[in-house]
């Protein structure tokens, strides 16, 4: 079966809605999970499963194991990467460690220390936090059928604009309008095709039409009609594109001007020597 392509709008967060959202948080974990995923673009599942083993302060880097695979013990190998660590995360990470003690998961659950958060946790709280900074917002709607005792039922899926999964969209988006290669964004990131980390490149609408107003105002350029005119590639480098075909256009009217007067001159001088 293929795949069908997602074409719809993919969103992530504006520096201002960061802000709402950190500042409506008041359990310190989820924070500190929130802000993991932002400064590291990783994916939840790689945020709930880091151990303190996978931190390595010295070097400034953390091992992201079992990377979109979970059957390391039955194939013997994992997706592994190694990322380079945030600046602002080493004294934060260092902080977070005195507080919790250690441990095995930088993010233990709550119910049993001896193991990690889990994914739907985190989206629950996502979800919370997402709401208690007003920004719910709903992308669209899709309904699905559900079997039920009373039959068969269409019930509607709320599909938000803003989802975890921003956090590394905002990422790879922010080290891309820095000017990081694409090569490097993928390999933070894990990704080994290029053409996946720049589909989650979300360009900001203003950057995006401060850039296309300033195309917009500069003079067209039609290769077509003046490439092969001398006196228009001479012109071009000294004058404005718009003023010179605004010229050449005026010459051609006053030539066809005089050919139309030449015309009517000849014609008269036929009927006087009639």
């Not at 068969?152 to 309008?177: G, M, P, Q, S």
């Not at 917009?216 to 350029?221: D, T």
Request: charged content about 30%; some cysteine; hydrophobic content about 35%.
């Amino acid at each position: 079966m293929v795949r069908r392509k997602n074409n719809s709008i993919k969103y992530t967060f504006s520096k201002e809605q960061l802000i709402r959202l950190f500042e409506a948080i008041n359990v310190p974990k989820v924070a500190m999970m929130f802000f993991i995923a932002l400064t590291h673009g990783m994916r939840i599942s790689e945020v709930v499963k880091l151990k303190w083993s996978n931190i390595d302060f010295a070097k400034q880097e953390i091992d992201v194991m079992d990377s979109k695979w979970k059957h390391r013990a039955r194939d013997g190998k994992g997706k592994d990467r190694r990322v380079i660590m945030h600046l602002l995360a080493y004294d934060i990470l260092l902080k977070w460690k005195e507080i919790t003690g250690g441990g095995e998961w930088l993010f233990s659950s709550d119910n049993n220390p001896n193991k990690h958060m889990q994914k739907k946790t985190l989206n629950e709280q996502f979800a919370h936090f997402r709401r208690t900074a007003n920004l719910d917002h709903v992308s669209f709607e899709t309904s699905m059928p559900f079997n039920t005792r009373e039959g068969k039922v269409r019930l509607k899926r709320r599909n938000f604009k803003y989802t975890f999964h921003c956090f590394r969209a905002f990422y790879i988006t922010d080290l891309e309008n820095k000017g990081v290669p694409p090569s490097y964004i993928a390999q933070q990131v894990g990704h080994s095709d290029i053409t996946t980390t720049m589909g989650y490149v979300r360009y900001n609408d203003v950057k995006a039409r401060e850039v296309l107003t300033k195309a917009f105002n500069m003079p067209y350029n039609d290769h077509r009609t003046h490439e092969n005119s001398p006196r228009f590639l001479n012109n071009i480098h000294n004058k404005g594109l718009v003023e010179v075909v605004h010229k050449d256009t005026n010459a051609e009217l006053k030539v066809r001007e005089l050919e139309l007067q030449l015309a009517i001159l000849k014609e008269r001088q036929k009927l006087v020597s009639n």
